[in-house]
């Protein structure tokens, strides 16, 4: 049985409730404009020291941080993950911050994320990792899966009564982006086209000309 935090109501803090709400803290921000996030009850950062005024970042720090941010945003990938993911971004033709974006957003634990089919992307990564979901009728429980356009997603016919199912697509808090169709009666999401950064709903402001900038320097 999936023992996860997929319902941010009454369930008990777990350890990956934690560490999300550990990265907004970190960052100072409710990065993925969750209503429960401790951000939106405090102004100032975590630890003794964090009422203390914050000193301007310099260029390294602003850049780290747009990184680590949204690093953060899609799991808390790793560093070699992204690194990776980067590296495929610069060599693609056109502006490789919106590369890097259309690649983050054709994770298949993204588009499970963007269709609501579960609350958070720490659950979404667990829910295919789980085998919950099929791509094009055939099940891959890879988060990283790359999914290309006119794929259709779609949670296996066992798994679509699930409690956490059923309460993520009704949540208020976000709205499927319209680079897909979903149908939450079917339980089925069509990736329709790759995203820029415009087209992406990030409750928060990502730069990802700043992590250009950092890897060109690091």
């Not at 339980?187 to 086209?193: K, L, Y």
């Amino acid at each position: 049985m999936l023992g996860f935090d997929f319902i941010e109501g009454d369930q008990p803090v777990t350890k990956r409730t934690a560490a999300k709400y550990k990265i907004d803290r970190r960052m100072g921000e409710n990065i993925w404009g969750r209503p429960k996030s401790p951000v939106n009850r405090r102004e100032y950062g975590p630890g003794q020291h964090g009422q203390r005024r914050k000193g301007k970042l310099s260029d390294f720090g602003t850049q780290l941080r747009a990184k680590q941010k949204l690093k953060g945003y899609y799991g808390d990938l790793t560093e070699k993950q992204f690194r990776r993911i980067y590296a495929e971004a610069e060599r693609l033709k056109g502006d490789t911050g919106e590369q890097l974006i259309g690649l983050l957003e054709r994770r298949l634990d993204a588009v499970v994320y963007r269709a609501k089919f579960v609350a958070t992307v720490f659950a979404a990564r667990q829910f295919v990792n789980h085998g919950h979901v099929t791509v094009n009728g055939q099940r891959v429980n890879i988060p990283s899966y790359r999914v290309k356009e006119g794929d259709v997603i779609e949670v296996r016919q066992k798994s679509k009564q699930l409690e956490l199912v059923l309460v993520a697509s009704q949540l208020p808090e976000r709205d499927v982006p319209d680079y897909m169709e979903v149908d939450h009666n079917k339980m089925t999401a069509t990736f329709v086209r790759t995203p820029g950064l415009g087209d992406v709903p990030y409750p928060v402001t990502m730069e990802p000309n700043l992590v250009v900038e950092f890897y060109a320097k690091n």
